[in-house]
Antibody, heavy 117, light 107 residues
Framework: EVQLVESGGGLVKPGGSLRLSCAASGFTFSSYSMNWVRQAPGKGLEWVSSISSSSSYIYYADSVKGRFTISRDNAKNSLYLQMNSLRAEDTAVYYC??????????WGQGTLVTVSS | DIQMTQSPSAMSASVGDRVTITCRASQGISNYLAWFQQKPGKVPKRLIYAASSLQSGVPSRFSGSGSGTEFTLTISSLQPEDFATYYCLQHNSYPFTFGPGTKVDIK
């Protein structure tokens, strides 16, 4: 059974940093690209970042470029999102989702990030 | 960047109604489009991939069609559990973009 479990969310002050993790199981993690998607309270879904299976290709939304860094450790079946210079508008539930030819078939349960003083 | 629009943004419907939601891309995306259902406080669930392929386990009353720039999600006979918000997503090119969503509620 495919499982994606996010962790690392919490309350952080504006300008602060947070590192999200996504632990994957039930599939060959190293064969799939992976994604981060976020959803601000009461708002729609926003794609944040993607990373290819071998980390060769990385993409970011303009809204996070230069502040967020996606990475993965295939030996640990884990995906990460390092978030720096956080702003109030980064407050959201962050989901990791599996990639591949037909991506976003599996999602984690999400982790809430709140940026507030 | 490819912009995605959805219509309507919200609708009221009754159980048994046929519901059609439209998603338009600002440029051609072939069939690199997926549809998701999200209920309040829940994780998005993929219904359709590759524009018209039904996700395993999803009821056959859901169907998708289209290619290029115009796509539709159809629910042939709306059921009580279908009241939710629906999103389209293009993954033809980065940045991937979601549509703004269509909220389907009870008339």
């Amino acid at each position: 059974e495919v499982q994606l479990v996010e962790s690392g969310g919490g309350l952080v002050k504006p300008g602060g940093s947070l590192r999200l993790s996504c632990a994957a199981s039930g599939f060959t993690f190293s064969s799939y690209s992976m994604n981060w998607v976020r959803q601000a309270p009461g708002k729609g879904l926003e794609w944040v970042s993607s990373i290819s299976s071998s980390s060769s290709y990385i993409y970011y939304a303009d809204s996070v470029k230069g502040r967020f860094t996606i990475s993965r450790d295939n030996a640990k079946n884990s995906l990460y999102l390092q978030m720096n210079s956080l702003r109030a508008e980064d407050t959201a539930v962050y989901y990791c989702a599996r990639g591949g030819s037909f991506p976003f078939d599996y999602w984690g349960q999400g982790t809430l990030v709140t940026v507030s003083s | 960047d490819i912009q995605m629009t959805q219509s309507p943004s919200a609708m009221s419907a009754s159980v048994g109604d046929r519901v059609t939601i439209t998603c338009r891309a600002s440029q051609g995306i072939s069939n690199y489009l997926a549809w998701f259902q999200q209920k309040p406080g829940k994780v998005p669930k993929r219904l359709i991939y590759a524009a018209s392929s039904l996700q395993s386990g999803v009821p056959s009353r859901f169907s998708g069609s289209g290619s290029g720039t115009e796509f539709t999600l159809t629910i042939s006979s709306l059921q009580p559990e279908d009241f939710a918000t629906y999103y389209c997503l293009q993954h033809n090119s980065y940045p991937f973009t979601f549509g703004p969503g269509t909220k389907v509620d009870i008339k």
